[in-house]
């Protein structure tokens, strides 16, 4: 039994190790995403204004870009503008028709100066780009779907990176026990031979390395797991054990080619006031987006800069058909059946926000260790196979380290 474990680690680890190292360098700077592209990005995330202006109405501002370039919708407009800043709204292309396919934007993301109007800059989100503009929706893109296309509405990069996921999910189990493979030879398990150097270390850094963070690793192949297969396989597995809210994202099949919407925003931001009222949700309305692939309207409400959701279970979202402007789906923090609140820690636990940033510093190391695991086990792999040919070629079997009984590793996935 243990021979087929170590040698089921062995491939399994070697199988996701390149795309757990880049998800893992990738996670440790994406958990700082805002700060960092808000620094390489002044442009797009402040603005000045003259002395006493006052901000227009971000519906106002809005309309406005869709008047001056009438081959774009305003898909994401934040409601609450934070002082000194700028509005960054998320666009996409109406369809052409004289072609019957959508206009040729170059972008998908406008700032504007939210007292004059006037657009400081544009971006493609996710664009295969190192640029300044560009490299942190590069690197976000990366992490969890390889910038793999989609074909048609099937995203296969994300659904690759899930299958990663999983796999490294399962193989982290099986770390776990071969890491122990008696009751003597449990405080090596734990221990660091910093003084040995070279492979030993690497042995350690590996085998150690994942025992000691294994408990925290979890929650992160967990939730890697779900941010990247929630229809496909979460979903419905914890719907066995416990009800789920009503999700359009879940019960609705996207369209490729979009759902045309006609209820106007206005109206659906007062639907959304109204009933936020009802729900006594407590906090002040912060954003507005439409899925055209869905259908669906989504009212968030948060203070003006944390749409990221920074500290607990995230922002509450409320959600209203786009044609009708009817209630279709919620998802509200702290609220519903047990499977309702797994499924809100997903997204917290997975980025570190649950605890603001201590989460997030913590959430950074996981990322880096994520990275450490899958290299030195690739070293492990290499050095074992170099003493089998070696060994080979002189016509005996190749020497058994002391250790290698020992072979390790939960590496988890940012």
Known sequence: MRKLLVLL?????????????????????????HEIDALLNPELYHAESAPGATPLAPLELAEMLEQREPRLEVTFLPLAIEPGHALLLGVKPRIDPGTGQPY????????????????????????????????????????YSLHIPEVGIRPLGLWFMGVVAVVWLLD???????????????KKSFAFRFDKGGYRLNFD????????????????????????????????IVSVFSPLAESPFASRTPNP??????????????????????????RPLGGLFYSPDFGVYGVGFYEAGKD???????????????????????????????GDLFMQ???????????GVPGRILITLLALIVSMLSVTGVVIWAKK???????EVKGARPARAPESSVVVRPEPSA
């Open 172 to 186: 982290a189990f099986i770390a776990l026990w071969i890491s122990f493979p008696n009751r003597k030879a449990w």
């Open 205 to 236: 850094l590996h085998r150690s390395g994942g025992v000691w963070a294994w408990l925290l690793l979890m929650p992160l192949a967990m939730t890697a797991v779900s941010m990247n297969l929630n229809r496909e396989l979460v979903r419905p």
């Open 257 to 282: 080619g979009g759902y045309e919407r006609s209820a106007p925003r206005a109206a659906v931001i007062e639907r959304g006031v109204a009933d936020a009222q009802r729900l006594e949700l407590g």
């Open 345 to 355: 820690l997903q997204f917290p636990l997975h980025s570190g926000r649950i605890l």
């Open 9 to 33: 680690h062995r491939w399994f680890g070697l199988g996701v190790a390149l795309f757990l190292f880049q998800a893992g360098l990738t996670g440790a700077l994406i958990a700082w995403d």
């Open 385 to 391: 196979r170099r003493q089998r040919v070696v060994a």
């Open 308 to 338: 990221h959701g920074d500290g607990g279970l995230g922002n509450p979202w409320l959600y209203y058909d786009g044609k009708t402007g009817d209630s279709v789906g919620s998802e509200l923090p702290g609220r519903g059946s047990a």
């Open 104 to 143: 040729e934007l170059g972008y998908d993301q406008v700032a504007m100066n939210p007292t004059t109007g006037a657009i400081q800059g544009q971006r493609e989100w996710g664009k295969i780009s190192l640029s300044r503009q560009q490299v942190m929706p590069f690197l976000y893109k990366l992490h």
